[in-house]
Nanobody
Framework: QVHVVESGGGLVQPGDSLRLSCTTS????????VGWFRQAAGKEREFVAA????????AYADSVNGRFTVYRDADGKTVYLQMNNLEPEDTAVYYC??????????????????WGQGTQVTVSS
């Protein structure tokens, strides 16, 4: 079992930046696809970004492409979501998830077996 924990959420203003972290205690984490999802109040959980074992392989939702960057640290145990130029529409609880996932399933919440507890991101003036 891989346990993942998110951190780094907070209250920011539109246009600000924030970096979320996803850390793990599992030894196989570095082998997993790691995805970031978010869930706004009253809405379904949606895909944000994902990275494979190599940070060179990534995927993004259209709504964040060009503003968010997902990457791993050197030892592969921590995955970051750098969020720039934040908008009020980015307000949500952000979740980190991991698993051994095929490329075609990376945007599906059902494909991931390990989930964190979530961290709140609020963008408001």
């Amino acid at each position: 079992q891989v346990h993942v924990v998110e951190s780094g959420g907070g209250l920011v203003q539109p246009g600000d930046s924030l970096r979320l972290s996803c850390t793990t205690s599992g030894r196989t984490f570095r082998m997993h696809v790691v995805g970031w999802f978010r869930q706004a109040a009253g809405k379904e959980r949606e895909f944000v970004a994902a990275t494979w074992r190599s940070s060179e392989a990534t995927a993004y939702a259209d709504s964040v492409n060009g503003r968010f960057t997902v990457y791993r640290d050197a030892d592969g145990k921590t995955v970051y979501l750098q969020m720039n130029n934040l908008e009020p529409e980015d307000t949500a609880v952000y979740y980190c998830a991991s698993g051994l996932i095929s490329t075609i399933s990376v945007r599906s919440t059902r494909a991931y077996s390990n989930w964190g507890q979530g961290t709140q991101v609020t963008v408001s003036s």
